[in-house]
T-cell receptor
Framework: EAGVAQSPRYKIIEKRQSVAFWCNPISGHATLYWYQQILGQGPKLLIQ????????DSQLPKDRFSAERLKGVDSTLKIQPAKLEDSAVYLC????????????????FGPGTRLTVL | QKEVEQNSGPLSVPEGAIASLNCTYSDRGSQSFFWYRQYSGKSPELIMFIYSNGDKEDGRFTAQLNKASQYVSLLIRDSQPSDSATYLCAVRGAQKLVFGQGTRLTINP
C-alpha cells in the first residue's frame, strides 16, 4: 500500500512570496490533515478535511493560509504572503475512521515539506 | 496549561535499560491516546495506541493509561541505540488530535 505523498520536499522562498504544497493521501482514506511542525515542537493541526469538507480549521491563519481538497482526494495548502515565522515542516496525514469505540483513527504521515522563509 | 504536556528532555538511557516516557493531558473527555516516534528530519510514525485504562504491550513497547490521573506513558524495554528519537504523545479529544512537544530520547551504547 502506498503511503502519503507530498511535494515538494524542500522549498526556500523569500518573505512576502507565495508557496503551495501538495498532498496525496493513502488510497481510500477519507480524512486528510495538514500540520505545521516548528523545530523543537510537536505538530500543530492547521486544517482537517473529511472528504472534501472542512472539519476543523480553527488554527489556520486564514489571512495568509488557504487549503482545498476539491475532489476529496489530494489537497493543496497555500501560503500567501509568507512570513519568516512560517519556516517549518508542513506535514500531511490521512486516516480511515476506525469503527472502534470512541471513533479513534490512526493518522499516517507523509514525508513533509520543509519550508524556509528568508 | 498546555493540552498535552511532555518533558522535552533530553532523556538519556543506557543500552539494554528501560526507557520511561511520560505525558499528561488536560481534556478529561479524551478518548484515545497515541505514541509516535520521530527520527531527526523524518515524519512521525505510529508506535502504538491505547484506549482503555491499564497496560497495552506490543513487543518491547508498553503503553500505560490512567484516565483518572490524566496520564499516559510509554515504556521501552531492552532499549537499543536505534530507539534514539523524539517520542510524541498525541491525545484525541472531541474532534482533533493534539500533540505534545515530544521527548528526545538518547540510548547510550
Amino acid at each position: 500500500e502506498a503511503g502519503v505523498a507530498q511535494s515538494p520536499r524542500y522549498k526556500i522562498i523569500e518573505k512576502r512570496q507565495s508557496v503551495a504544497f501538495w498532498c496525496n493521501p493513502i488510497s481510500g482514506h477519507a480524512t486528510l490533515y495538514w500540520y505545521q511542525q516548528i523545530l523543537g515542537q510537536g505538530p500543530k493541526l492547521l486544517i482537517q478535511f473529511q472528504n472534501n469538507g472542512v472539519v476543523d480549521d480553527s488554527q489556520l491563519p486564514k489571512d495568509r493560509f488557504s487549503a482545498e481538497r476539491l475532489k476529496g482526494v489530494d489537497s493543496t495548502l497555500k501560503i500567501q504572503p509568507a512570513k519568516l515565522e512560517d519556516s517549518a515542516v508542513y506535514l500531511c496525514a490521512s486516516s480511515a475512521r476506525s469503527r472502534r469505540a470512541g471513533g479513534a483513527d490512526t493518522q499516517y504521515f507523509g514525508p513533509g515539506t520543509r519550508l524556509t522563509v528568508l | 496549561q498546555k493540552e498535552v504536556e511532555q518533558n522535552s528532555g533530553p532523556l538519556s538511557v543506557p543500552e539494554g535499560a528501560i526507557a520511561s516516557l511520560n505525558c499528561t493531558y488536560s481534556d478529561r473527555g479524551s478518548q484515545s491516546f497515541f505514541w509516535y516516534r520521530q527520527y531527526s528530519g523524518k515524519s512521525p510514525e505510529l508506535i502504538m495506541f491505547i484506549y482503555s485504562n491499564g497496560d497495552k504491550e506490543d513487543g518491547r513497547f508498553t503503553a500505560q493509561l490512567n484516565k483518572a490521573s490524566q496520564y499516559v506513558s510509554l515504556l521501552i524495554r531492552d532499549s537499543q541505540p536505534s530507539d534514539s528519537a523524539t517520542y510524541l504523545c498525541a491525545v484525541r479529544g472531541a474532534q482533533k488530535l493534539v500533540f505534545g512537544q515530544g521527548t528526545r530520547l538518547t540510548i547510550n551504547p
